[in-house]
């Protein structure tokens, strides 16, 4: 350790001032290390997956239970979860099998009613944001079509079928319209809104840069409003999901709404519960996936 | 910047109306803002300063009176007439070179090839110290670095006339001092016009060679024009003990805190 030599006033100031500045070397990087063993990381990431897997486990095995305490007694209405398991395994267990051209697996069934969600859907979202960037914008556009739309969007999609299939005298079509007609509502609003919140300082820029409308909307529009777009979608496409399965029930088909109304004519109530749960995880994944899709497009920026 | 970048500022008059009710903001402003001068404006809040840039710029329409710059009149925004926001407002889904780009690409499209473009944003991105940080986002940056790529933005767009409204009003008092000097620096590299909006007296003449102070609302206009005649490079400590200097900043205080005071808050 080198000892500092005493401050003294004058004379070693100057000394120093006088110094040539040192030569210069490269640094040396040297790369550092979180300095935790690996043992330890392992274990914070278990911790950390186990912190949220767990819990809803617990809840999910005691609800199960309460199930089947419930509906134990000889003669109850429904089916208990054991019942289920013994009566309805082959779906469970194997959602791609076929065993025939109306006895197809579960996981067919969901691709068949995904097909006919991405159709519907898909419109709605191209559709829904470009009139919602119209409302956004224009005020005579938002004075005439908003109170047409707020009625209209009240509308349950069940309401929608007789006149869809009176229109399109085939059940596919019908069905990918009532999809489109119950899930552009959310886009619209919500896109609307969006463009509404534009920062006035962004459209400054804008008029300074001299941008034309088709720039402002790929430039400026669309990229200031995803998140509102996407918050939209996201109600959209589990708006869509409830239309479809709905649907089907009424229209027939080969989709998993189709099948839950058939088990019901049949009085298969295990295969109700199975579908149910294939149900809810497949909606559970669309809004996961579009929500994921959001964060990547808007790079994490958040509603202004 | 070899342009006449003569700018006319004749009977400018502006009133808000909504229903009924109109209120004047401003009444007949006249001046001349000359070529590579670097103008401030200064008043108390609510004076209109803000209003009359956003005519200059042509953001805003006048309601009497007209904008001149080089002999014709200007009316609506553009790139000639660049402007540098208080709030930076950069893109936030754009890096800092994206969201120069941006200007670059839209105002030299058909006027320099990309690899002149792509050399142009680098340089204006170096004369504000920030081309280490091209790739950024704004949510990466401090405020002084964000405000310094809205400088950037306005100069790559080569504009006449620079309008800079409130530049460091959101910033702390040593950015603040940094960003004078570099923009001093900048005005005199490039000897561009150039008009800013501030309320710290200190920053006005510290870095003008005008300042004009305005009237207090409603109905504001130019109480008076002060020449700073202060040599260039000005440097702050050195001024500190200046008589000019001193003389110019007790005639703009005793313009804004003796004869035209602020509105007192009613009880």
Redesign the interface.
Known sequence: MLSLPILKSGGLTQKISMQQSPARTPATVIPLRSGKPFAQVAKEKLAAVAVTVIPPLIVLVLLLLVWELAFSRPGASLPTPIQVWREAQDLIRDPFFENGPQDIGLGWRVLVSLQRVAFGFGLAAVIGVLVGALIGQSVWAMRGLDPIFQVLRTVPPLAWLPISLAAFRDSAPSAIFVIFITSIWPVIINTAVGVRNIPQDYRNIAAVLQLNSIEFFWRILVPAAAPYIFTGLRIGIGLSWLAIVAAEMLTGGVGIGFFIWDAWNSSRLPDIIVALAYIGIVGFLLDKLVSAVGSIVTRGVQAS | MANNSYLKLEQIGKSFSRGAATTEVLRDISMVINEGEYVSIIGHSGCGKSTLLNII???TQVTTGAVILEEREVN????E???V?Q?H?L???LTVYENVA??VN??FANKKSRAERHEWIEHNLQLVHMLHAKDK?P?EISGGMKQRVGIARGLA?EPKILLLDEPFGALDALTRAHLQDSIMEIHMKLGNTMVMITHDVDEAILLSDRVVMMTNGPAATIGEILDVKLARPRRRLELVNNKTYTEARSAVLEFLYARHKAPTIAA
Do not use: D, E, I, T
Request: hydrophobic residues 50%.
């Open positions: 710029a042509g953001l609506s925004p553009g790139p007439r660049a402007v926001f709030n407002s893109l936030p889904w941006l200007a839209k105002v986002r949510a767009m």
